[in-house]
């Protein structure tokens, strides 16, 4: 199977298998980003569709011979961010109306929390996990799903959030900083 930069060329130059390769590579990648950060499978599956009508919309910006997946995921965290500046406007004027609706309870595997038998003490952790990531700046949470939660290196990460590696790291590093006390807050209770 060709690697992402041959298939992104090959795409670019209307080869619609290389497309489909392409896709199938990248999707689950971007779709487990989608479903960090959003936390809601629905919302994380039409952000991953929109952002490729993005990539196939922008693909003759693409340089050529570039890697593509920190491009692709400069254009999934602005369609992140997009989504989200509009919940919120939404959400405000919701709220002044009166008329909210309630979220329902979900797993960290995107089931709802009423379909997943696990034991109690797996399900507590992960709650008190993804609470404290909840809890943590928008800069700092984007830093700590890129970086341990994507695997993603620092430069890939400042890559795909539009910051220097520095940056990157700061953030980074105080995410985790406040991950662990958190949790070990957490855990003393």
């Known amino acids: 199977m060709?690697?992402?930069?041959?298939?992104?060329?090959?795409?670019?130059?209307?080869?619609?298998?290389?497309?489909?390769?392409?896709?199938?590579?990248?999707?689950?990648?971007?779709?487990?980003?989608?479903?960090?950060?959003?936390?809601?499978?629905?919302?994380?599956?039409?952000?991953?569709?929109?952002?490729?009508?993005k990539i196939h919309r922008a693909r003759g910006a693409y340089v050529r011979d570039a890697d593509p997946v920190p491009w692709m995921y400069a254009i999934a965290h602005r369609t992140f961010l997009d989504e989200m500046r509009k919940r919120q406007r939404a959400r405000v004027r919701l709220s002044s109306d009166g008329h909210d609706v309630p979220e329902q309870a979900a797993h960290i595997s995107g089931k709802a929390a009423d379909q997943v038998d696990e034991p109690?003490?797996?399900?507590?952790?992960?709650?008190?996990?993804?609470?404290?990531?909840?809890?943590?700046?928008?800069?700092?949470?984007?830093?700590?799903?890129?970086?341990?939660?994507d695997g993603k290196s620092i430069a890939e990460a400042a890559a795909?959030?539009?910051?220097?590696?520095?940056?990157?790291?700061?953030?980074?590093?105080?995410?985790?900083?406040?991950?662990r006390k958190a949790l070990s807050t957490e855990g003393a209770q």
């Open 2 to 53: 060709a690697d992402e930069r041959t298939l992104m060329g090959r795409y670019c130059n209307g080869d619609a298998q290389a497309f489909r390769e392409l896709y199938a590579l990248v999707a689950p990648r971007l779709l487990g980003y989608f479903l960090r950060m959003a936390r809601d499978r629905a919302l994380a599956e039409d952000l991953l569709q929109v952002t490729f009508m």
């Open 120 to 149: 109690s003490h797996d399900r507590e952790i992960a709650k008190a996990a993804l609470a404290a990531l909840d809890e943590l700046p928008p800069k700092q949470r984007e830093a700590v799903v890129l970086t341990k939660l």
């Open 160 to 179: 795909i959030a539009g910051t220097s590696p520095g940056a990157m790291k700061v953030r980074a590093h105080r995410g985790y900083v406040a991950l």
